[in-house]
């Protein structure tokens, strides 16, 4: 499947994702592709798959979706998988994302489940709306992830749990003239 998005990375533009060849394109010229890049820092080329009432849509800090609707609405991209890069079992994974998700309803946020790729590998998120910056670092802490996903409604940033701060930032509101 081909998503319209907007490039912010190796290159800035219009541009399409296409899911199925997991590469970036121009007027159908490959200008990223993901599969063929080994890079250090896993975050930067990660995706994450995000649902809501106006169609899914990829985002990573390489592209971002077309439709400003489906990034208004404040949300953070959390697992409980493989805890501070300890990798689990699939079923000890799915034990824990099982206790992640019985927390967020017991919290009552509205939530989806999702799907991410980080340093090549398919992984299963929680995509958690409306959410405090606050409230999603005491979960991904709760949890014992290394950092999360958070977007704000105008721009998009993976935290560290540690000290709470951004190790990587994107502001996309140019994109969208949106009023901060």
């Known amino acids: 499947m081909r998503f ?8 800035k533009g219009k541009c399409v994702y296409e899911e199925s060849e997991d590469v970036l394109m121009v007027n159908e010229e490959i200008v990223l592709d993901f599969k063929k890049k080994s890079y250090k820092e896993f975050h930067q080329y990660g995706k994450f798959l995000i649902n ?28 409980a998988s493989n805890p501070q890069n300890l990798h689990l079992t699939e079923f000890n994974n799915f034990l824990r994302n099982s ?6 309803r017991r919290k009552k946020f509205d939530y989806l489940t999702s799907i991410g790729e980080l340093s090549y590998t398919l992984r299963y998120f929680f ?3 409306d959410i405090s910056k606050k409230d999603a670092l005491g979960l991904a802490r709760q949890f014992d992830q290394g950092s999360f996903f958070y977007n704000d409604g105008t721009s998009i940033s993976f935290i560290e749990t540690k000290n709470g701060t951004p190790t990587l930032y994107y502001d996309y509101s140019s994109h969208f003239a949106v009023k901060k």
């Open 4 to 11: 319209k998005v907007i490039g912010i990375g190796d290159y």
């Open 52 to 79: 809501d009432r106006w169609g899914r849509a990829w985002i990573s800090f390489q592209f971002i979706p077309t439709n400003y609707h489906i990034l208004k609405r404040r949300f953070a991209i959390i697992t």
């Open 99 to 104: 206790e992640l998700e019985r927390t967020i």
């Open 127 to 129: 995509l958690i709306y």
